[in-house]
Nanobody, 126 residues
């Protein structure tokens, strides 16, 4: 049973920072990508960042580039999303997802991802 669990969501003021964690458990995936998605009510799901163990590639969407940083601790099967300079438009449910034999060389396509976490709410407001 392969599982992904997100941690770290919460309420933060505009301009603040928050770090999300995605912990994977279950069978080992040797070549894969882990991505962060977000979705606000009434809006489409957006792929915000991705990191690939296949070739080490990393991707950020234009909306978060320069503010968010994705990283991984392979020994702990954990991927982090450090979010800085948060704005109200960053509000949404953030989910991590895993795609097998995948790269992160361009925009993140949710259709390519096989496993999903339950999501964690991030709210940026005063």
């Amino acid at each position: 049973q392969f599982q992904l669990v997100e941690f770290g969501g919460g309420l933060v003021q505009p301009g603040g920072s928050l770090t999300l964690s995605c912990v994977a458990s279950g069978s080992t995936l040797y070549f894969h990508a882990i991505a962060w998605f977000r979705q606000a009510p009434g809006k489409e799901r957006e792929g915000v960042s991705c990191i690939s163990s296949t070739d080490g590639s990393i991707y950020y969407s234009d909306s978060v580039k320069g503010r968010f940083t994705i990283s991984s601790d392979n020994a702990k099967n954990t991927v982090f999303l450090q979010m800085n300079s948060l704005q109200p438009e960053d509000t949404g449910v953030y989910s991590c997802a895993v795609a097998e034999y995948a790269y992160c060389r361009g925009p993140v396509d949710s259709d390519e991802y096989d496993y999903w976490g339950q999501g964690t709410q991030v709210t940026v407001a005063s």
